[in-house]
């Protein structure tokens, strides 16, 4: 997590967790194949985090400082790669203003269950359990299709 202030006000956060075992872009991105085991899924998490929030206070935005609020919290990353999903991806370049590199849509099929959905959208508690997405969640975002951005941090700050 990494929080940005004006003065004594915090205005902005950018949240980091533990990526999603599977997604096909990022096997794709990155040349990956085969089935995950024990061992790739800890050395993936060695070497990929994903941004799964960016807020900046109302009063703020539409400032240009966003995306350099993003970039900066990327680089000083202990990760040397770093992904996000954004659905606002399709329309905004956020991300690539902030040093990203737009790979893909992510696409499912029709009528995606809640499980699918917490796959994507979900994650694990502590105890390694699966996180579902609730029915509400999972009814607004029942057409969502996200685009997959990439961060190269290596060699960043290093």
């Known amino acids: 997590m990494t929080l940005l202030w004006h003065g004594e006000e915090p205005i902005g956060i950018c949240v980091f967790c ?26 993936l998490n060695r070497q990929l985090v994903t941004l799964t929030r960016v807020v900046i206070h109302p009063k703020y935005r539409g400032a240009g400082l966003a995306s350099l609020f993003v970039r900066r919290s990327c680089e000083s990353c202990a990760w040397p790669w770093i992904e996000s999903l954004a659905e606002m991806g399709k329309v905004n370049p956020f991300f690539e203003r902030a040093g990203f590199v737009r790979v893909g849509k992510v696409t499912m099929q029709s009528g995606r ?23 509400e969640t999972h ?13 190269d941090n290596r060699g960043v700050g290093r």
């Open 113 to 135: 269950t809640v499980e699918e959905h917490s796959g994507i959208y979900g994650g694990k508690r502590r105890d390694g359990q699966r996180v579902r997405v609730s029915d």
């Open 139 to 151: 009814r607004k975002s029942l057409y969502a299709e996200p685009e997959y951005f990439v961060f």
């Open 18 to 43: 533990t990526p999603a075992l599977s997604l096909s872009l990022r096997r794709k991105f990155f040349g990956l194949s085969g089935r995950r085991s024990k061992l790739s899924c800890r050395a």
